[in-house]
């Protein structure tokens, strides 16, 4: 199995890219949105030219805003995060960015109060702890089976290991996309970690369970091979099956990203990484981890 | 094999009855697919409502009062279709906090929506404590000197402008209370009990009149008599015939979303799924196939049951909840794409077409199955959570990920065996195959 062989390579590009995530992630950091910390976001559009940033910043400044940050979106629109509005300044929001006769339109404004902030933000963190314990709990019952050569534990930490690489990647990815476009950490970016997580795990074990019949098969029949060749034999068996259930969703969210609704497309395009990323590991890395491990081990 | 044939003529037929059921609902708009407010255009108001002047017990019917004379009001305004309900939050946090939520569809004014609600006024009646006397010195903190009496604003039934009558007072403007008969009730026990003491009439937080109880009231109206001009007497008893608030309420959080964005993004999530759907199949035609167009037809079994599903329970549809739906459709077609991974893996061990079948159906299971379940366990999770927004995308990613099992192991195993592929030809063989080979 090339991959099998080839993994000296494999894991020189996963460490690029690995390394890649961490940074983007320490260079650009990660956003909190107005859901985690309360604050006013609106979508602001114009029927057809915006007018220029500077005018609107003094229209919003006259009008006693004090902190906020204007970003231009889509082709004639803005969008502004600011802090709490008062009764009057919800009032003339609209008019605020109707400079002369460029009459601009409310699409959406979402004002979040401080104390719904807190409790998303503490829903989220626990939504999050629920489903990684939850999955350890899979992964421990996908293995509880005693095994050899190789014991079950190191299967599931490898599995675990894997996990984490899907959701670096996206992390780091939307850091970088937080950097380019102003997208923030909301709960929907949340749920496209904890989808991610969901999804991502289960192949990786299908992959392992494969590795484990192999073996078993091999002891059953008293076939001498070696570890690395019945793992990637293992590989071989799954791989068209692990690439084309990825290939069917990659191909939806695709479609979503490139036609869905505006309000979804960061979703779906932190989706899309991550399910690129938890195909990737559960093919080219879980399994070179593997064998990895092994060699290391005899040695 | 006869039977096999009846049951997926059957399974066609009923998908079909379904599909057709839910499109023609749809165009005649005899039964519409309920869509979110950030599909559909309008504004949602998240209030928090101060009960710590309430005795426990007190507090869920003060909710619900609260609920029927907020949805009282806004349907007095002609909005259409409003949803108000009220919920407990905060479980986590540690404080228990009574939240009011407010849909008003169509309504794309903040600021308009804000004020049809803010202007029901909250009325609340206390009792001074015992021994409590108010000094009317600025900085003092009326509130603490008063505690909750057992009559509320949900008592009130209807109240009118009055002139006074009487030495002295003649001609001023005054408020006539009248309770309704459990209300009569509780305030003529009330009086009875506490002649002597002074009772407190709060209006939207503040006290406007603090009248001495003299004796039993047991006809149920009280009277308040505040420095009102006759226009704003007159005001505030049409305010309070619409309906008082029994507990205050405090703004939370908002959001509007204009009704053209809405209508834009229904109509790019239709075709994201169509072209989802359309690329999906082809993927599974030119990949498997015979059973490809077998995969084919399960989809479109799964899409058309979920849609239908989502009319029949109802499911309210919001952006993320598309955006669920369409995911699922990629993850639907998984379990296929094991089944016949195996069935090829069967074939290749030489097993005749119809027990290579049942083989992969048999193996692929444990896979399907805990496929499904890592999933679940994620739906069921953020369904729990999450926010209105989450838990929209959660509820159909579930009902997906449910669906999506069911027909996989029911629908395409028996339109793969109706299709009764005996022989091991050559072409057969073709049909069944994959990929390169």
């Known amino acids: 199995m090339f991959i099998v062989k080839n993994r000296n390579i494999i894991f020189i590009l996963t460490g690029i890219v690995l390394a890649a995530a961490l940074a983007s992630l320490a260079v650009f950091g990660l956003k909190a949105g107005i859901d985690f910390t309360g604050g006013t976001l609106v979508e602001v559009s114009y029927e057809s030219i915006r007018t220029s940033p500077d005018v609107v910043s003094e229209s919003l400044r006259a009008a006693g805003l004090e902190e906020f940050s204007l970003r231009e979106s889509g082709e004639s629109g803005y969008t502004l995060r600011t802090g709490e509005l008062t009764d009057t300044q919800r009032e003339f929001l609209a008019a605020m960015f109707t400079i002369g006769d460029n009459t601009a339109h409310i699409d959406q404004l979402s004002e979040i109060g401080p104390t719904i902030g807190t409790e998303l933000r503490n829903k989220a963190f626990l939504a999050l702890s629920l489903v990684l314990v939850c999955i350890l709990f899979f992964i421990a019952f996908a293995f509880r089976k005693v095994s050899k050569p190789i014991s079950s534990w190191v299967y599931g930490a490898i599995a675990l290991v894997t996990l984490c690489f899907d959701v670096l990647v996206p992390v780091g990815f939307f850091a970088f996309l937080g950097h380019l476009t102003g997208a923030q950490v909301d709960t929907l970016f949340v749920t496209a970690v904890l989808t991610i997580l969901g999804y991502s795990v289960h192949d990786t074990i299908v992959v392992f369970d494969r590795t484990r019949e192999n073996l078993r098969i091999n002891e059953e029949r008293n076939r001498k091979e070696s570890f690395d060749e019945t793992a990637g034999r293992a590989l071989g068996q799954t791989f068209v099956r692990s690439m084309n259930t990825s290939v069917t969703t990659i191909i939806v969210l695709a479609a979503l990203y490139a036609l869905g609704p505006d309000s979804t497309k960061d979703f779906s395009l932190t989706l899309l990484v991550g399910i690129v990323a938890g195909t990737y590991s559960s093919i080219f890395l879980a399994t070179p981890l593997l064998v990895a491990f092994e060699k290391w081990r005899r040695r | ?437």
């Open chain 2, 1 to 437: 094999m006869v039977k096999t044939r009846v049951a997926a003529l059957l399974i066609f037929l009923a998908a079909a009855g379904a599909g057709w059921y839910t499109y023609n609902t749809e165009v005649t708009g005899a039964w519409l697919f309920r869509l979110g407010l950030d599909l559909s255009g309008g504004t949602q108001l998240v209030y928090r409502a101060d009960t710590s002047n309430l005795a426990g017990a007190d507090v869920d019917e003060s909710m619900s009062a609260l609920r029927d004379t907020i949805e009282r009001r806004v349907n007095l305004f002609g909005v259409s279709e409003p949803i108000v309900q009220t919920q407990e939050a905060g479980l986590f946090s540690g404080d228990i906090e009574q939240r009011l939520i407010v849909e008003l569809p169509g309504i794309t004014d903040t600021q308009e929506a804000i004020e049809l609600i803010g202007e029901t006024p909250v009325l609340e009646f206390r009792m001074l404590k015992v021994g409590a006397e108010p000094t009317g010195e600025p900085d003092e903190d009326i509130n603490a000197l008063f505690e909750p009496a057992s009559i509320t604003g949900k008592h009130l039934e209807s109240s009118q402008l009055q002139f006074q009558s009487g030495a002295g007072f003649a001609g001023e403007p005054v408020v006539v209370l009248n309770f309704n008969a459990e209300g009569k009730a509780i305030f003529a026990e009330m009086t009875k009990n506490n002649v002597g003491r002074i009772f407190g009439i709060f209006l939207d937080g503040e006290p406007i009149s603090m009248p001495v109880i003299r004796e039993e009231i047991p006809n149920g109206t009280a009277v308040i008599s505040g420095s009102f001009t006759p226009d704003s007497a007159r005001e505030l008893a049409r305010n309070l015939n619409y309906g008082a608030l029994p507990v205050a309420i405090e703004l939370l959080s908002t959001q509007t979303v204009a009704g053209t964005l809405g209508a834009q993004a229904v109509e790019s999530g239709i075709m994201a799924g169509i072209w989802g759907v359309i690329a999906v199949a082809l993927f599974m035609l030119l990949w498997y196939r015979l059973p490809g167009v077998v995969a084919v037809l399960a989809l479109s079994v799964y899409v058309i049951v979920v849609l239908a599903l989502f009319k029949f329970i109802p499911v309210t549809l919001t952006a993320a909840g598309i955006a669920a739906f369409i995911l699922s459709i990629g993850m639907a077609v998984d379990a296929n794409v094991l089944i016949f991974e195996r069935m090829k893996e069967e074939l290749r061990a030489g097993k005749r077409t119809t027990d290579a079948i049942g083989e992969g159906f048999g193996r692929a299971w444990p896979s399907i199955r805990d496929s499904n379940i890592s999933s679940m366990i994620t739906a069921v999770i953020l369904f729990w959570l999450g926010t209105s927004l989450v838990k929209g995308f959660a509820l159909v990613f579930g009902l997906g990920v449910l669906v999506s099992m069911l027909t996989a192991i029911s629908v395409s195993r028996t339109f793969l065996l109706a299709l009764g592929m005996h022989e091991k030809n050559g072409f057969v063989k073709f049909l069944f195959g994959s990929g390169t080979q």
